[in-house]
C-alpha cells in the first residue's frame, strides 16, 4: 500500500497571500487528484493530473506532477478565504479502481 | 441533477450495538465506494461495488463491517457490535464506471459512546 505524505498539516494564513501545499510519496502513480473538502461536505475533485511534469491551472491554483510521478504540489495564488478547506491528494496505481488518500492539508484562510 | 445522498446525516450508538448506514448513488452511476473518515486520518478505503462484479472488500477493517448493494443501485454499510474506535465519519462516492471521477455524499457522522 503506497503511502501519500502531505504539507503542511495545516495552514493559516490573511487573505491574498500565496501558498503551495505539497503530496509525496516513495510510490510511482498513474494519476493523481487533488480535492477540496469543506465542513459536513464530502471531498469535491478539483484536478486530475497522469503526466509526469504536467501542470494544470484553475483560476488562482496550479497544479503540478512531479517528473517521476511520485510528488505533486498544489499553489494558491492571493488566497480567499472561500479557499478555505481541507485539501486532499489522491493516487491511483495502474489497474486498480481504487483511491488512496493523504491525510490532508487544512487550510484557514482570515479576511 | 441529485448528487450522491447518504442517511442519517449523525448518528449516536451505544457500544456493542448494531447500526446501518445509506447511500443513495447518482443515479446511473455502476460503481460505488465506501471510505471512512476518522480525525486526522484522511480517507480510508473500505469496500468498492462495480456493476454485478464481486465487491473488492479489501479494505474494511474486520469481520464486523459488511455492505451490500442492491439492484446496482442503493448500498447499505452495517457495522454489528460497534466499538468506540469506529467513531468517525463514513462518506460513500460514486462514478459513472471505475477509474472515473467520484462524487461524494456529505457522509455519515458515526459517534459510539
Redesign the interface.
Known sequence: TQLLEQSPQFLSIQEGENLTVYCNSSSVFSSLQWYRQEP??????LV?VVTGGEVKKLKRLTFQFGDARKDSSLHITAAQPGDTGLY?C?A?NSGY????????TMLLVSP | GAG?SQSPSNKVTEKGKDVELRCDPISGHT?L?W?RQSL??????LI?F?GNSAP?K??LPSDRFSAERTGGSVSTLTIQRTQQEDSAVY?C?SSLV??R???????TRLTVT
Not at chain 2, 101 to 107: A, K, N, S, W
Open positions: 459536513g461536505e464530502g471531498p469535491v475533485l486530475t486532499l489522491a491511483r479502481s481504487t483511491l488512496t488518500f493523504g491525510k490532508g | 450522491v460503481a465506494y471510505y486526522g486520518q484522511g480517507l480510508e478505503f468498492y462495480q473488492d479489501s479494505g462518506l462516492a471505475r477509474d471521477e467520484q462524487y461524494f455524499g456529505p457522509g
